[in-house]
């Protein structure tokens, strides 16, 4: 297993966000966390990431305990983290906020692996295009995927992804939803937090639906797909 979240309570105050939840995702595996508003999906994501701190339970990422350390740890033990909201550094360049993304201000040439802006180009052709122009020009569906890309500068194993074609247009989920795709076809696990059920079962192997601060269901795509009864239970469709 990769990411392994045992029995992890997370509080707001004294309001419990996180009851015990469960749940793993393996190598190259598209994972999805789903659930109507407010179930604890973010939240969820913000604790691995450390950004909220659970109350307990446990989170191994790679082997390692995780749980406690501070984002920037977490971030270079090999996750990626796309926020609901979109980062971009508006006043900075495409190119700029790609490189902001690279852990120690330096690509790592000693890993062979490692992505570099040329690849990131060949994954979004339009960077390449508008290289010198601001973040803060590009559409809402663009500065997603400056994000997404700015994260895989910094070599994630696993890209935690939350509700990434939220306000997007139907071509802007498209192409978002295939950048996933080469995503994970390149190697690497994706935990993705959706709204668009379709587009989250058109890539996920495996979903986790979530009811309030709890995991209800764990199945394959395929299983859910055949299962409208739980779908309607835990999702708006
Ligand atoms: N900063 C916060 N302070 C207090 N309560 C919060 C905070 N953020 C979220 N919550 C509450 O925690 C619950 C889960 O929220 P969240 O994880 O954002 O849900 P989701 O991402 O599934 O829509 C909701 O009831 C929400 O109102
Ligand atoms: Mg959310």
Redesign the pocket.
């Known amino acids: 297993m990769l990411l392994e979240v045992s029995e992890l309570n997370t509080y707001?105050g004294q309001?419990r966000?996180l009851q015990n939840i469960n749940f793993h995702v393996d190598e190259g595996e598209v994972v999805a966390l789903l659930?109507r508003?407010?179930?604890?999906?973010?939240?969820t994501l913000k604790s691995i990431m450390g950004l909220l701190k659970p109350h307990s339970g446990q989170i191994r990422f790679n082997g390692r305990d995780i749980m406690g350390l501070n984002p920037y740890k977490v971030a270079r033990a090999g996750i990626g983290y796309v926020p609901e909201e979109r980062r971009i550094f508006p006043n900075l360049t495409v190119l700029d906020n790609l490189k902001m993304g690279i852990k120690g201000g330096k690509i790592d040439k000693s890993n062979p692996n490692a992505w570099t802006i040329e690849r990131i180009f060949e994954h979004f052709p339009f960077m390449k295009e508008r290289t010198h122009q601001k973040g803060g020009h590009l559409s809402g569906g663009e500065q997603q995927m400056l994000t997404i890309g700015r994260t895989l500068m910094g070599n994630p194993r696993l890209l935690m992804v939350d509700e990434p074609t939220e306000g997007l247009s139907p071509i802007m989920v498209k192409e978002v939803r295939n950048v996933l795709e080469q995503i994970s076809k390149a190697g690497i696990a994706i935990l993705l937090v959706e709204h668009n059920y379709k587009m989250a079962i058109s890539i996920a192997h495996r979903v986790y639906l979530?009811g309030k601060a709890h995991i209800g269901y764990s199945g394959t795509a395929a299983e859910l797909e055949a299962d409208a009864e739980t779908r309607k239970k835990y999702l708006e469709v």
């Open positions: 707001y309001s966000a659930g508003n407010g179930m604890g999906k973010s939240t979530m």
